[in-house]
Each structure stands twice: as C-alpha cells, then as structure tokens.
C-alpha cells in the first residue's frame, strides 16, 4: 500500500489550498482515512479523518473551515481549506489505517508542505 499526497504550497492568510491524497495497492473495505500535520517544534496532530462507513471528524482548531472528503472510485482522499491563518502552516500528511480481523494497518503518506504566510 502506498499513500502520495500533493497540493501543498505557499498561501496567503485567508486563501484557500487543496490538498490530494491517491492511495495504491491492497484496501480493506473497511478503513479510515486522515490527514494530520506537524509543525516545526511540535507534534504531529490530527487535523481531519473520514471512515469508510463516512463517519468524519475533525480536529478543534480547524472545523469550520477545512473540509475532508474522499472518492472511493478514484481511492483518494481530500482537504478542501479554506480561511488559512499562519499557524496552520505545517506538513501534511495522509494516514491510511486497514481494519480487519487481525491486527489494523496504518500507513503513511510522504507529506505535503503548506506554508501560510501573514
């Protein structure tokens, strides 16, 4: 299984990015999908997850204005974000965990810098 994600770059405060991650190889029909970032000095945290089944959630400082959404046909995932502030500038990354009978299966994507600039 192998996650690529794309559509990172620089922004201004207030604009709009979106970003893209297309899966590869071997999905369980029963899976999550998240995005999570990491900014310099800090830890990675959730920023978006959206389940098979569709349930999603979403991490507290960015409802409101970042959207996830996913089209199994094409098995990619999306982050549609908009109102960007400085402080979400971060890598993103894609997270793909497999559910199933044995153990889940979590995979990474390579990561996507989104810079926001004031």
């Known amino acids: 299984v192998q996650l690529q994600a794309s559509g990172g770059g620089l922004v201004q405060a207030g604009g709009s990015l979106r970003l893209s991650c297309t899966t590869s190889?071997?999905?369980?029909?029963?899976?999550?999908m998240g995005w999570y970032r990491q900014a310099p000095g800090k830890q990675r945290e959730l920023v978006a997850l959206?389940?098979?089944?569709?349930?999603?959630n979403y991490g507290g400082s960015v409802e409101g204005r970042y959207t996830i959404s996913r089209d199994n046909a094409k098995n990619t995932m999306y982050l549609q974000m908009n109102s960007l502030k400085p402080e979400d500038t971060a890598v993103y990354y894609c997270n793909l965990v497999l559910l199933g009978l044995g153990p889940n299966l979590a995979y990474w994507g390579q990561g996507t810098l989104v810079t926001v600039s004031s």
């Open positions: 959206v389940t098979s089944g569709g349930y999603i």
């Open positions: 190889g071997s999905i369980s029909s029963m899976n999550v």
